[in-house]
């Protein structure tokens, strides 16, 4: 299944196209020449830590912004030649819903659906049952809770069915039932309707089960596209593994002759070594031929999360 | 265009909602509807008092019967003579406040002889003397005489000479004439005797007494019309003075006639001919009338102001604030749409408001005082005096007064692009409105240099410029109050004002869209 995507992925028109973006604020660049791709059907995962610029590259796409340079394509129209034509074809929220509080939810998404061609009012009762706010739909939406607001904002985003579907940190205030239709909603959307997805979000969990492709960004450069298969391969394949010995460092010197560049850290009397799992097994067996003792072999924690912090460089900055 | 509209209407369901516009609405329908019943209430005496003082039949004769009392022999009170009596001081006071004459006047002996032979003969009940122009001063100049009469008349024997003799015909003339403009009603006899004396009677010169001699011949013009148009000739005789001395003036001090000016005074006094020819001058309740609808629709005005400054002021930022411009901006629209849909739907508020206030305050003035109060506004074209019909000139006028209100609006939609600040965007905005009175008023104190004609203030009210002839019909501009009076004295053509504006205009709408279209949306 995932070949099989990856496959057509790769012979459609890409619906979302970001070349060579950049934005500064100020001195400093918030979003450095960032490009890539973003295909009907898939659901794309935007990860970064805080300030990495996540929400910058959303509200460019979303028009909220201006990029520095930079063109953006959205449906194979360039947004800068034929606004409306490309704003058309998207949809999403940016940070948290807002909408006309004193307005219903339905009035809301009446006015919404005003802006744009062939929003009948057959689908506002559809978006509304789908998202499961049918009851309340002719309530003030200052009466809702967060998660609600999302709902409805979902439902907004979803109401004039784009073909790129943009959002921003979505599980913000959700429930678990909430954040389970909504990862339904956005399968269904990719992989039924051929809408291509993208979603920021800094809880890797949530992409993990969310996502086919995960894009990471750190300090406004974008540093790794791979489909969420690859990404946990590499993490499963090479972890990180903690060999207690009395003399870490005649340790060191007996691995190596063999794992010269695998060594991460010794310490008083640990050594790290980062090696496949197959490996393990010789490397301990090395040791014990060369005479050094075992005290013990220990994997540290290996996930998504690892891969996710040794890509970004190692750490997540605090801006 | 299709987009436009949408995001119009959309702007106006947003307006729809605000309890605040609603609140200053209902506001301003009740000040547009009530300020001429109170006015009306205020005033009620300034155009009332001519008509509630007459004589009955009864009153006279009790007059009559007190008079002959004190006197004790009626024939005793004949013309010519002088006759020394003690009377009621009672009745005197009475008679004196009825026919509005100052105390010391009637106190005098010798007048109360006339008012005896009045007593006697006038008609007071067809010809009440405080309703009548011609009776009253006829009344008055014929105790003058009969005063001066009774005065010869005490004069020794020994020393009247030809003069004496001379004087006392002249003086039994003028008596004649006097007599007959009071009995017969004859104004010309006014005239003639007013020409004789050479000198004005009453403060109203001949020339003047003549003019109303063919206005008016059998002294039918009521006091207070009378009064008016002697108000009215003494201004056109002012200005054709100034006119024929090429000279202008301005808050009392006389400079150079300009060419604009020279039009507007020579048109101004077309009119006033046209309006004391045909009896057009605003009477006493006509210009309560104009008072009344002038005072309401300026107040609601003001509370316009104020609803339009707020949504004004808060449409983009409180969007901006609430983080619902979001939605707006995520739609297929290009911003200017957004940003002239706003502006569309703010120009809605505005003209309805306008519409709502100018139709609510005229209807109100014409059931509280009368339609028919409701004046005409004078212009002159080609040479004649025209008249417009005062709804059509009312709507006009409103047209003009909302271009200061266009320009306040966009002062605070500029200012809440560029801050995205609602306090900021309507605090500043109402203190400018509020503070345009205060500049005015310095303006005046400043006795009119010629740079302060050049600022924004200045030129934001043109009804001056477009409707100069207002203060023939009873309005009130800044500056000198009350009719007859020319244009306000503006020193900038019209044409100076209306390019500035257009200026002022274009730069607050570009400022604004450039602080909405160029910034980003945090």
Known sequence: MDNEEKTMTKETKPALQIQNVTKTFGKKVAVDHVSFDLFPGEVFGF????????????????????????TIIINGYDRKLHYEAAMSSIGGIVENPEMYNALSAR????????????????????????????DRANDAVKKYSLG???????????????????????????????????RDILKKCAHEDGVAVMVSSHLLNEMQLMCDRIGIINHGKLLQICSIDDLMHHARNSSIYRIKTSNPALAKDILSVKYSNRITNVNEDTLDIEIEEEHINECVRCLVAAGSDILGVQKLESSLEEAFLEITGGGIQIE | MSKILALYEN???????????????????????????????????????????????????????????????????????????????????????KINLEDSDVRDYSLLSCYNAILANYD????????????????????????????????????????????????????????????????HAMAILVEDQGSSLNGISPDIWQRIATIDPYGKLSLDDGMQIVDALEQCKKYKNN????????????????????????????????????????????????????????????????????????????????????????????????FVAKLMAIFTWMLAGSVLITTLSTLST??????????????????????????????????????????????????????????????VSTGLVLSNGITSTIMDMMNHQTWIDFLPFSNLDLSGKIFPYLRLIGYMNSGEAGPFGVPEYNTLPLSFSLVYLAVLVVILLLTAYDGFNRRDIQ
């Open chain 1, 107 to 134: 009035l809301n998404l009446q006015m919404y659906a005003r802006l744009h061609k062939g929003v009948t009012a057959e689908r506002i009762d559809e978006v509304l049952e789908l998202v499961g706010l049918t």
């Open chain 2, 366 to 427: 014409s059931v509280c005082l009368g339609a028919s109060n409701l004046l005409p506004y004078y212009y002159v074209s080609g040479g004649h005096v025209r008249q417009m019909p005062h709804i059509v000139f009312a709507f006009l006028y409103f047209l003009v007064d909302n271009i200061s209100l266009f320009v306040y609006i966009l002062t605070a939609f500029m200012i809440s692009c560029l801050t995205k600040n609602t306090g900021i965007s309507v605090g």
């Open chain 2, 124 to 187: 007071f009940e067809n010809y009440p003397i405080s309703d009548s122009f011609l009776s009253f001063h006829a009344l008055v100049s014929y105790i003058d005489i009969n005063h001066s009469l009774c005065n010869l008349n005490t004069d020794p024997f020994s020393e009247r000479d030809n003069a004496w003799y001379e004087l006392y015909r002249e003086t039994t003339d003028s008596l004649d004439l006097a007599k007959q403009a009071l009995f017969n009603h004859d104004c």
């Open chain 1, 148 to 182: 609600m607001k999302q709902r409805i904002g979902l439902a907004q985003a979803l109401l004039h069915k784009p073909k790129v579907l943009i959002l921003d940190e979505p599980t913000n205030g959700l429930d678990p039932a909430g954040i389970h239709l909504l």
């Open chain 2, 243 to 338: 006119l024929a001395m090429e000279v202008d003036e301005i808050n009392g001090s006389y400079v150079p006639l300009t060419i604009e000016r020279k039009t507007q005074i020579e048109n101004s006094l077309l009119i006033l001919d046209y309006q004391i020819t045909n009896n057009k001058l605003p009477t006493n309740r006509a210009q309560v009338s104009t008072l009344a609808r002038q005072f309401s629709q300026k107040a609601a005005r003001f509370l316009l102001i104020i609803l339009l400054i707020i949504i004004a002021g808060s449409s983009i930022s409180q969007e901006m604030a609430t983080g619902s411009i979001k939605s707006l901006i995520i739609a297929p629209v290009k911003r200017w749409k957004i």
């Open chain 1, 47 to 70: 990860l970064g830590p805080n300030g990495a610029g996540k929400t910058t590259i959303i509200k460019m796409v979303m028009g909220f912004v201006r990029p520095d340079e930079g």
């Open chain 2, 11 to 97: 702007e106006m369901i947003k307006l729809s909602r605000k309890i605040s516009a609603w609140i200053l609405v209902f506001l301003m329908t009740m000040t547009s509807v009530l300020l001429p019943l109170i006015v009306k209430r205020l005033y009620r005496n300034g155009y009332e008092v001519s008509t509630s003082v007459s004589f009955s039949k009864s009153e006279v004769q009790t007059y009559r019967d007190s008079l002959s009392e004190s006197l004790g022999d009626t024939n005793q009170y004949v013309e010519h003579e002088t006759i020394r009596f003690n009377v009621n001081s009672e009745v005197v006071e009475l008679f004196a406040t």
